[in-house]
């Protein structure tokens, strides 16, 4: 018998909310069939209208709130409703703790059918505003005038940003003089449809002691009046000291080519994570929320429980920060990534940190790790942190073969974390503790970071 889908576009319905979705959105039920509402919280009632039917679930468009939730709070940004950035700044800040920790719950009960472990309490940020280091934001026109901001959700369409809650505050300076000065230089913006014009992206960082790099992401080899663009950009911004200019001349999705000229200053910036620094350049991967980023690599350390004389893997170790934090207390370290130029950094990062016990290897983890093994490397603690997409099976594999004691796993995204635990189970591994950290303030991503120990 076929279901009766008890909806109609364009139509309005009052509609219960449950819980939140994993993008931050209601998730109701109208007669028992599933209704995604953005901005609507659970416990509340709300009118909306469909926007959109599949076969097993809708989406609406919040039209009214008939019954309040008491978390509910109002967004200090102006164009909240409009921007994608952010997805719950309309949720006070402990229920968005909440929130995440429930998140984490259930995809590791359902999706990874843990019954029986304790998943920790989210660690919250002692701010959680203006705390990304970074911001990348497309650059376009609107009416004859140049703008520069995020994307609104689920769109192409820039929303002009002057003053974003959530960036660090030297990144909005960066934005706001950029915008000023390409409309004085008369700078041509990029135009996506017609794949013309110059400036396609703005990025900005800011380093520990407040030092800014800017980088302007072209469509064309050449920055129109570079020099007078430099002169003015340091004119506007007294912290600046690395500007930068990245050539991205494909017609596609991607903010940074593989280019990149150094046009005036340093070629890097400088931040801290606990005692060790870390040198940034343009398209270094570092975590955008520094204080919180101490907060995760902490858990992990604990987690890991080196005495000073354990051999770790760092299965995905990136630029070697999570690896630099481990040779603190292990005896050896071997950092092991795909990515060259995240290893070029990831050694100089640990020169520079004087870290003689962290070695760094070029190469996929299932190559990698059963070459050091035949070598005789016997890991006591695999510690991983993979893209958001988890790791293969047969990378899974490759860690229950070294037999450590303690595998740490930290994940941005609880679905494929989940997943990973179940297929590790069978593998001789038992997730022991979860803990959630909220790395992103008001938005609907966590981090989580789990310890796993031979069963």
Partial sequence: ???????????????????????????????????????????EEVRAVITEVKKTYARARLTEILRKSADRVEPICSIYDKCGGCQLQHLNYMAQLKAKRQQVIDAVTRIGGQKDVFVEPTLGAANPWNYRNKMQFPVGREKNKTIIGCFAQGSHEIIDTRDCHIQKEGNNEIVNAVRDIITELRIPVYDEDKHTGVVRHVVGR???????????????????????FVKALRRSLPHVVSVHQNIQTYRNNVIMGRETKLLWGKPTILDRIGRLTFHISPRSFFQVNTAQAEVLYNKALEFANLKGEETVIDAYCGTGTITLFLAQKAHEVYGIEIVKPAILDAQKNARDNNVRNAEFIVGDATEVMPR???????????????????CTETVLKTFANMHPERIVYVSCNP????RDLAILEPLGYKAQKVQPVDMFPMTSHVETVVLMSKS
């Fill in 206 to 228: 800011v380093g520990g002691k407040g030092e800014l790099m800017v980088v302007i992401v072209t469509a064309t080899k050449q920055l129109p009046r570079e020099k007078e």
């Fill in 415 to 418: 679905a494929s974390l989940a």
């Fill in 1 to 43: 018998m076929k279901h009766q889908v008890p909806v109609e576009k364009g139509k309005s319905y009052e509609i219960e909310i449950h819980t939140l979705g994993t993008s931050g959105e209601g998730v109701g039920r109208y007669e028992d069939f599933t209704v995604f509402v953005p901005y609507a919280l659970p416990g």
């Fill in 372 to 390: 050091l093994y035949k070598q005789g490397v016997r890991a006591d603690v695999v510690v991983v942190d993979p893209p958001r997409a988890g």
